[in-house]
C-alpha cells in the first residue's frame, strides 16, 4: 500500500514540477548500460598475505606466562612474534608513543 501512494506522490509532483523528472536512461534500463564501459577486474595478490602460522601464535598465546604482569605478557608476546619475523605493536606506561600524543 505504502508503494502505490508514495507512486501516485511521485506521479502529482512529476506533473505539477517537471524539473523533477528524471532527465536520463535509469540505472537499470537497457539504455545505460549500453554506454556504461565494462569495469577492470582488480588485481590478484602476487603472494598471499603473511604473518604467523595458527600454530605458531597458539604457542606464543598460551606460553607459560601467568606469572608475568600484563605489561611483562605484553612485552613477552612482542618478543616471541619478533623471533618470527612479525612485528606485534604493544603499548606500556611511560612509552614513546603517549609523549607524542601529549606534545600534539
Request: net charge neutral; aromatic share 10%; proline share 8%.
Amino acid at each position: 500500500m505504502r508503494d502505490a501512494i508514495a507512486h501516485i506522490l511521485l506521479w502529482v509532483l512529476h506533473l505539477f514540477v517537471p524539473q523533477t523528472r528524471r532527465r536520463g536512461p535509469g540505472r537499470h534500463s537497457a539504455e545505460h548500460f549500453a554506454t556504461v564501459t565494462a569495469m577492470s577486474p582488480a588485481p590478484h595478490r602476487h603472494q598471499p598475505w603473511t604473518g604467523p602460522s595458527s600454530e605458531d601464535a597458539r604457542a606464543i598465546f598460551r606460553a607459560d606466562v601467568s606469572h608475568l604482569t600484563p605489561e611483562q605478557r605484553e612485552r613477552h608476546w612482542a618478543a616471541a612474534f619478533a623471533e618470527i619475523g612479525v612485528e606485534y605493536p604493544y603499548r606500556y606506561e611511560g612509552d614513546h608513543f603517549a609523549a607524542l600524543a601529549a606534545s600534539a
